[in-house]
């Protein structure tokens, strides 16, 4: 498979590239700045190049054409303000969609957060950012044309991965290692049958694969 993550260079999606270059996938990891190129390289990816806060729809789209699937995992980062919580995990994330849809990509994950929702209350940064992320993930659910799945992972640590999660619609609140979170992605993509879901995962007792599958099936 070619699957192209937009934020490459986040912690979440290094481990994904990793994961997909070692079982033999293409993976390209869109970044802003050059010089985080040979870390993708590193980890197997191919870097793409491209700043979605001021990229058009089809400069996105031309990165995007002939891949299986598309995964957002871009976010302004802890350290931003609120204005690029709005530039970059709403409007970034509506680009990235727009232009999934432009090159014909159907299959559309994203990685959202618990608690994400566009009517959250309060004015601290934290708040706008839960706010983004849910206007993001509500504007993915309104396309008939992405076959799209969110997940919402809980406290994200840099703990290693136990490979067991919780994922359900709802699984109440707690951690999860950024090596499961990149699992359970991993069998998202192979899993389309988990399309029009929106999961929450947390550690667990559950292999990822066994906890996606059932997941798909119910």
Do not use: C
Request: aromatic residues 2%; glycine residues 10%.
């Amino acid at each position: 498979m070619r699957i192209v993550i937009a934020g490459g260079h986040g912690q979440i999606a290094l481990r994904l590239e990793r994961l997909l270059a070692a079982r033999g996938d293409e993976a390209v990891g869109i970044i802003r700045n050059p010089q985080q190129s040979q870390d993708l390289v590193d980890a197997g990816a191919r870097p793409a190049v491209l700043d979605l806060e001021s990229a058009t729809v089809e400069q996105a789209a031309e990165i995007l054409r002939g891949a299986d699937a598309a995964v957002f995992a871009a976010g302004a980062g802890p350290d931003s303000g609120t204005a690029r919580k709005d530039t970059v995990d709403r409007g970034a994330a509506v680009l990235f969609a727009d232009a999934a849809e432009a090159a014909g990509v159907r299959r559309y994950i994203v990685v959202s957060s618990m608690g994400a929702d566009p009517d959250h209350p309060g004015d601290e940064v934290f708040d706008v950012y839960l706010r983004a992320k849910g206007a993001a993930d509500a504007d993915v659910r309104s396309r008939s044309a992405l076959d799209w799945t969110i997940l919402r992972p809980g406290m994200l640590t840099d703990d290693a991965g136990s490979g067991q999660v919780l994922l359900a619609e709802r699984t109440g609140r707690g951690p999860i290692p950024r090596d499961d979170v990149a699992a359970t992605l991993l069998e998202l993509l192979d899993t389309p049958a988990t399309s029009g879901l929106t999961l929450e995962a947390i550690s667990g007792n559950v292999p990822v694969a066994v906890a996606v599958r059932d997941i798909a099936g119910n």
